[in-house]
T-cell receptor, first 117, second 117 residues
Framework: AQKITQTQPGMFVQEKEAVTLDCTYDTSDPSYGLFWYKQPSSGEMIFLIY??????QNATEGRYSLNFQKARKSANLVISASQLGDSAMYFCAMREGYGGATNKLIFGTGTLLAVQP | NAGVTQTPKFQVLKTGQSMTLQCAQDMNHEYMSWYRQDPGMGLRLIHY???????DQGEVPNGYNVSRSTTEDFPLRLLSAAPSQTSVYFCASSYSNSGTGPNYGYTFGSGTRLTVV
């Protein structure tokens, strides 16, 4: 069964510094997708970045990058140049399957990031 | 605006009462799902549907019923509310997993905060 593990319940980072949020996953399916979502205090789920299991390069979206290490089954989110607005809960999630699958998205328990001025 | 609409945004129930959380999407997404979010536990999948007339259980289905009579709507029913069902509920939808990439990502509703007393 698929599983997502986020071992950092909370983290602090100084404004303008980079921060890495850890995510490991477990699946027996060779085809899967990994997502990172941001949930600010207002509660909405904001999509940040996606990595497919067959993607050759690590995904990047602006200040967000995904450090994808397939052999280690890790998909860490790196936020560069942290801003006060980055303070939020961050969730790693995984979807198994490639065509014809159920499209289930399974979440980790999240990491609460606090950016300090 | 296109998206996922959840109603109500807030609800207080007495133990034993029943209610239905509504979820509607106007993007012609085949896949719809319900999650509950509890502190320290991330988002856990309750039920999901891959199309009209097709539903299946997620990780935490007990105490909840669903049906999918149309592509647009996926209501979640609590037949006899319990304090353990106090949570924030999210509905999410996506195209079916016939491909990969963030284009097959998920759109989340704004959530329903439910308190059972």
């Amino acid at each position: 069964a698929q599983k997502i593990t986020q071992t950092q319940p909370g983290m602090f980072v100084q404004e303008k510094e980079a921060v890495t949020l850890d995510c490991t996953y477990d699946t027996s399916d060779p085809s899967y997708g990994l997502f990172w979502y941001k949930q600010p205090s207002s509660g909405e789920m904001i999509f940040l970045i996606y990595q497919g299991s067959y993607d050759q390069q690590n995904a990047t979206e602006g200040r967000y990058s995904l450090n994808f290490q397939k052999a280690r089954k890790s998909a860490n989110l790196v936020i560069s140049a942290s801003q006060l607005g980055d303070s939020a809960m961050y969730f790693c999630a995984m979807r198994e399957g490639y065509g014809g699958a159920t499209n289930k998205l399974i979440f980790g328990t999240g990491t609460l990031l606090a950016v300090q001025p | 605006n296109a998206g996922v609409t959840q109603t109500p945004k807030f609800q207080v129930l007495k133990t034993g009462q029943s209610m239905t959380l509504q979820c509607a999407q106007d993007m012609n997404h085949e896949y719809m799902s319900w999650y509950r979010q509890d502190p320290g536990m991330g988002l856990r999948l309750i039920h999901y549907s891959v199309g009209a007339g097709i539903t299946d259980q997620g990780e935490v289905p007990n105490g909840y019923n669903v049906s999918r009579s149309t592509t647009e709507d996926f209501p979640l029913r609590l037949l006899s509310a319990a304090p353990s069902q106090t949570s924030v509920y999210f509905c999410a939808s996506s195209y079916s997993n016939s491909g990969t990439g963030p284009n097959y990502g998920y759109t989340f509703g704004s959530g329903t905060r439910l308190t059972v007393v």
